[in-house]
């Protein structure tokens, strides 16, 4: 019924390939559709020019803050910049026109690619092995869940509680909850670390896992750590860390090391990916030896000098996730790793935490450190004392915009009043955190001498301030259909 066409792409001094591409004839499409969605005439579509189609996306890409516009200082989040390589190597025809059902034997590049980015991340972390299934960080928690899980009931021993301190990503509850445990909080002692004697008195033959974010939404590696795993082994619960902050820890230290039995990877944060303004995610799951038989099926494995699909693992959980995960976040991932080696992967830390501690150093004088210890990738501020002259967190965030940056996270964690989460990155310069500092200099300003117009921000984006309280208890939604 289809003929099948191809035709070629070259570009000069680059070799060409060819796409396949179907011609469908027109009795083909009668005999597939409905007379009633067959066109009667030709589309009403504008003639427009190339400059103008391209002026018209540009000029949409400035409406909206992005990372390759300005500075987007979103704590918890690694809005980092993304190297264009990573994008080149994802739009290879070998890796964007492969399909997930073809024969392995015609998809062994992307195969090896899989391998050896799973061999890289269990190196960096420290752990026995992993599974790229998860397609985001909260699908990789729910992962991690079901594998500690699988690994109690094989000891004849389920669980009912998981614990979670208080300044853990706020997925974590959701998570254990989806997953069938039952959260119980941790607090947070004076230094904004967990409390180890609340831990202690919550520890028990019912704790499934402590799930540990490290380090915490607070910016604080938990110092405590291995005395935070033994407490948990002499109850026989697992350690489950959040790896969403691992952009603190590359080349540093390794999570493994210090005796956690998962480890959700963040690729589009750590490793790069566009995410936030509809990226799409890769949520990676590493965990310790005696998890290894659990891992989702497939997993990628090796045989000589093949590559295949190992399914033959009886005690898995079974797959979670459609085919084999978000491959193309895997390919920039791998690319990002190969590209800046063990040395760039620790400097990539080291910078992110220089970044954070030189602007929390430079805004002390202004605004309240509630947990002044030194942080690593993020820091957290509170807009107390503004509030007490009548402007809140959200009134900053929204100036900052006028300012032409993104505004940071706000009201998380919310151990934090009026709470402020900068994350710089480790990829913003001196130049760049300076007129970040100084924009939040004049904001301070504004608040000494004219407060209402701090309120009222923003005035230059396209959409002013909003009435949220209006927004979320009249909530107005069309759908506007094209004839």
């Known amino acids: 019924m289809f003929e099948k066409l191809s035709f070629e792409l070259s570009r000069p001094g680059r070799a060409s390939y060819s796409l396949p591409v179907l011609d469908v004839p027109q009795q083909a499409v009668n005999e597939i559709l409905p007379e009633r969605f067959i066109r009667k005439e030709s589309a009403r579509l504008p003639e427009m020019s190339e400059p103008e189609v391209i002026r018209h996306f540009i000029a949409l890409s400035v409406l909206n803050h992005h990372v390759d516009k300005g500075f987007y200082p979103l704590g918890s989040c690694t809005m980092k ?41 269990a190196k960096i972390a420290g752990m026995a092995a992993l599974s790229l299934q998860p397609a985001a960080g909260a699908h990789g928690e729910l992962t991690g869940l079901m594998l500690i899980r699988a690994y109690h009931e094989s000891l004849g021993n389920p669980r009912k509680n998981v614990l979670i301190p208080d300044s853990a990503h706020g997925t974590n509850p959701a998570s254990v909850t989806i997953s069938g445990y039952q959260s119980i909080q941790i607090k947070s002692n ?17 704790t499934a896992a402590l799930m540990l974010t490290n380090p915490n939404t607070l910016g604080l590696f938990e110092e405590q750590v291995c005395g935070i795993v033994a407490l948990a082994r002499q109850v026989g619960a697992l350690l ?15 999570p493994g090391d210090f005796g956690v039995d998962v480890l959700h990877f963040n690729l589009h944060k750590t490793f790069s990916t566009p995410h936030g303004g509809g ?97 690593m990738h993020e820091f957290v501020l509170s807009a107390s004392r503004q509030k007490a002259q009548g402007v809140r967190a959200l009134d900053i965030a929204k ?51 004219d407060p209402e117009k ?19 208890k009249a909530a107005d939604f069309r759908f506007n259909y094209a004839d």
């Open 81 to 121: 910049y993304n190297p264009k390589i990573n994008e080149n190597m994802a739009r290879l025809p070998g890796f964007s026109q492969i399909h997930p059902l073809q024969p392995t034997t015609q998809v062994q590049g992307a195969l090896e690619l899989m391998y050896e980015l799973s061999q890289s991340l």
């Open 190 to 206: 004076e230094r904004g670390l967990v409390d180890i004697e609340d831990l202690k008195q919550h520890l028990n033959a019912d």
């Open 240 to 254: 489950y860390m959040d790896g969403a902050n691992l952009n603190a820890l590359l080349g540093i230290v390794r």
């Open 279 to 375: 990226g799409p995610g890769s949520g990676p799951v590493g965990v310790s030896s005696k998890l290894v038989p659990f891992l989702p099926v497939p997993i990628i494995s090796k045989r000589d000098s093949e590559f295949y699909l190992d399914f033959n693992r009886p005690q898995s959980i079974g797959k979670v996730t459609s085919f084999y995960g978000n491959f193309g976040v895997m390919v920039r991932a791998y690319t990002y790793i190969r590209r800046l080696g063990e040395a760039g992967l620790r400097r990539v830390s080291e910078n992110a935490i220089i970044n954070a501690n030189y602007l929390m150093h430079c805004l002390k004088s202004v605004f309240e450190v509630p947990y002044p210890g030194h942080p």
């Open 399 to 449: 100036r900052l915009l006028d300012k032409g940056f993104h505004a940071p996270t706000i009201y998380f964690p919310l151990i934090v009043r009026e709470a402020m989460m900068i994350e710089p990155t480790e990829t913003e310069s001196k130049t760049s955190l300076d007129s970040f500092i100084e924009a939040m200099f004049s904001i301070i300003d504004e608040i000494e001498n």
């Open 454 to 472: 701090v309120k009222h921000a923003p005035y230059t984006t396209p959409v002013s301030r909003l009435d949220e309280v209006r927004a979320v």
